[in-house]
T-cell receptor, first 114, second 112 residues
Framework: DGGITQSPKYLFRKEGQNVTLSCEQN?????MYWYRQDPGQGLRLIYY???????QKGDIAEGYSVSREKKESFPLTVTSAQKNPTAFYLC?????????????FGSGTQLSVL | GNSVTQMEGPVTLSEEAFLTINCTYT??????LFWYVQYPGEGLQLLLK?????DKGSNKGFEATYRKETTSFHLEKGSVQVSDSAVYFC???????????FGGGTRLMVKP
């Protein structure tokens, strides 16, 4: 079955530590996205990539970094510069064209600070 | 810029009650509108959409009508079930390839 796989489901970060969230898709989608979800707030876009080896900052990119070396993979690193990293992180992908109706989401990673 | 405003939750209903979740938007052009649903511990799934004024999107008993005059896209269902308990997000997108703008989400809890 095609889909988006995020791992791990739960992740804990110590102070000053960088952590990496994995996102893999086998849908052959060109575009991939990372969103942050905080309780009671909408999804906020962190980074997105429309093609391999290219990515753009979203609305809240500070303290995060990404890479897009393969079409299937779009890992997100939460750096020590992100002072409030506790949130639910969602990865998504879409084919070319109209994003809204063709956006597929993974099951998310809950990141917490120890 | 674009924005989406949803009613705050949680919304708590008994099974078979009528549901309305309000959504209003601000956009510079003529956006397409969407409702996404997030079941516990999962990502979001597209529930329904409408791409132009007066269009009605519908799916799984849920409906929403694109009202340009009131810039609204309220979600309704005539008779909710316990299995409808989830968080519902209203969203808009103006152009092909454009990013989605999401509302804050409304949690629905349906009690037997």
């Amino acid at each position: 079955d095609g889909g988006i796989t995020q791992s791990p489901k739960y992740l804990f970060r110590k102070e000053g530590q960088n952590v990496t969230l994995s996102c893999e898709q086998n849908l052959n989608h060109d575009a991939m996205y990372w969103y942050r979800q905080d309780p009671g707030q909408g999804l906020r876009l962190i980074y997105y990539s429309q093609i391999v080896n290219d990515f753009q900052k979203g609305d809240i990119a500070e303290g995060y970094s990404v890479s897009r070396e393969k079409k299937e993979s779009f890992p997100l690193t939460v750096t020590s510069a992100q002072k409030n990293p506790t949130a639910f992180y969602l990865c998504a992908s879409s084919p070319p064209g109209f994003v809204g109706e063709k956006l597929f989401f993974g099951s998310g990673t809950q990141l917490s600070v120890l | 810029g674009n924005s989406v405003t949803q009613m705050e939750g949680p919304v708590t209903l008994s099974e078979e009650a009528f549901l309305t979740i309000n959504c209003t938007y601000t956009a510079t052009g003529y956006p397409s509108l969407f409702w996404y649903v997030q079941y516990p511990g999962e990502g979001l799934q597209l529930l329904l959409k409408a791409t132009k004024a007066d269009d009605k999107g519908s799916n799984k008993g849920f409906e929403a009508t694109y009202r340009k005059e009131t810039t609204s896209f309220h979600l309704e269902k005539g008779s909710v079930q316990v299995s409808d308990s989830a968080v519902y997000f209203c969203a808009l997108s103006e152009d092909a390839g454009n990013m989605l703008t999401f509302g804050g989400g409304t949690r629905l809890m349906v009690k037997p």
